[in-house]
């Protein structure tokens, strides 16, 4: 198994681009999830699916769009970067949300992205 | 909305001295899990604690969920240099699938 695998890892923008980070399980995990993470902000939820098909807004979703047309995919879309979405990005999964166990979250390796 | 708050921000200790991060909700918790970051690194589970007042222990790390399922702690004893990086939080309290909500982290950073 692969776990969570996100591209790129490294991506300069400029303002105003519009760009996708990719991310791919390979568990069969049912709940994908996008995290950003900023100095002393901790980890903010983004957006989140728990199925195929199903998409929800977390904490901080204005710029972003998502979409899970399948289990195992779960893109984020910046629709035009801006300089307040330096961030590093995670995403994450979990095989279920509603259990407490099977609950544990795995995160990918993150993705570091600069807008200029 | 839920919050959790973690404290301290920064721990700064000598190598061997001992380590203590807090969480503390606003809410009552159905579980809490931890997780450590190393730096330039991604979160990683260490564990989830689920009962009231349970205790558990992995070698040198002991977690800590309180009586009223509002705040946890995790101790290190005796830190060695491979903990060192960031220990996140998680609390989960209501019954969404955004319910999952992550302290800011304490940066422990151990000095030789």
């Known amino acids: 198994n692969a776990g969570v695998t996100q591209t790129p890892k490294f991506q300069v923008l400029k303002t105003g681009q519009s760009m996708t980070l990719q991310c791919a399980q390979d568990?069969?995990?049912?709940?994908m999830s996008w995290y950003r993470q900023d100095p002393g902000m901790g980890l903010r939820l983004i957006h989140y699916s728990v199925g195929a098909g199903i998409t929800d807004q977390g904490e901080v979703p204005n710029g972003y769009n998502v979409s899970r047309s399948t289990t195992e995919d779960f893109p984020l879309r910046l629709l035009s970067a801006a300089p307040s979405q330096t961030s590093v990005y995670f995403c994450?999964?979990?095989?279920?949300?509603?259990?407490?166990?099977?609950?544990?979250?795995?995160f990918g390796e993150g993705s570091w992205l600069t807008v200029v | 909305g839920q919050q959790v708050m973690q404290i301290p921000q920064y721990q700064h200790v000598q190598e061997g001295e001992d380590f203590t991060t807090y969480c503390n909700s606003s809410?009552?918790?159905?579980?809490i899990q931890w997780y450590k970051q190393r730096p330039g690194g991604h979160p990683v589970f260490l564990i989830q604690?689920?009962?009231?007042?349970e205790v558990k222990k992995q070698k040198r790390l002991t977690f800590q969920f309180g009586e009223a399922k509002k705040n946890s702690s995790l101790h290190i004893t005796a830190t060695q240099t491979t903990d060192v990086g960031t220990y996140f939080c998680a609390g989960r309290s209501g019954g969404g699938a955004d319910g999952l909500t992550f302290g800011k982290g304490t940066h422990l950073i151990i000095q030789p």
């Open positions: 568990m069969n995990h049912e709940y």
């Open positions: 604690l689920v009962k009231s007042g």
């Open positions: 809410t009552t918790l159905s579980n």
């Open positions: 994450a999964s979990s095989y279920s949300w509603r259990q407490l166990s099977g609950n544990t979250i795995y």
